[in-house]
């Protein structure tokens, strides 16, 4: 993968405004489920870039692959670059604390790749970017979204939810495109 474009920082900015826009319900959007869901989305683009055959694979699935150990930690620099650039101070010690109850997001895997998927594809189409470059924009959509919600959510929280949310990504079996 090589430097961040122009045109993924574009389409960065229509990952975050569509994570918002379908997670959005009356009470507004759940800051941790947001942050998660675009995290996940990251690692399912990641993930379906390696064209990995699994016949046998089911939806949901866990799958340890060597490029995932090797390509996920791209994600996770993005996401800390961006963030240093923004100005946004992330705490080491939090990170590495189990997350709070608390702080779970309201969907699940599956259930965040069936709400977001068919509009990121759309996104990433829209703007002619491969898996790789895609899974990179929304990475940086998710440290758009952290920022968003420092308000809400402690940075070094939300920075935490977003690895986890890129590994749940890069190493689970997605749902087939419809």
Do not use: W
Not at 13 to 27: G, H, P, V, Y
Not at 117 to 134: M, Q, V
């Amino acid at each position: 993968m090589s430097e961040i474009s122009e045109t993924q920082m574009d389409a960065a900015e229509k990952f975050s405004a569509a994570t918002i826009q379908l997670l959005q319900d009356e009470r507004g959007v759940h800051a941790e489920t947001a942050i998660a869901a675009a995290a996940r989305m990251a690692g399912t683009f990641l993930f379906r870039s390696f064209n990995s055959p699994l016949d046998d694979a089911t939806p949901g699935q866990p799958v340890l692959s060597e490029q995932a150990n090797e390509q996920g930690p791209r994600l996770m620099q993005i996401l800390g670059g961006v963030l240093e650039q923004m100005g946004v101070v992330v705490d080491q010690e939090v990170i590495s604390q189990p997350t709070d109850p608390e702080h779970e997001p309201l969907l699940g895997f599956l259930d965040t790749q069936k709400k977001l998927e068919p509009e990121f594809a759309a996104i990433r189409e829209s703007f002619g970017l491969s898996l790789g470059e895609a899974a990179e924009a929304v990475a940086i959509a998710t440290a758009m979204l952290i920022r968003q919600c420092t308000e809400v959510l402690d940075p070094s929280v939300a920075f935490g939810i977003a690895l986890y949310g890129f590994v749940q990504g890069t190493k689970t079996y997605p749902a087939p495109l419809s």
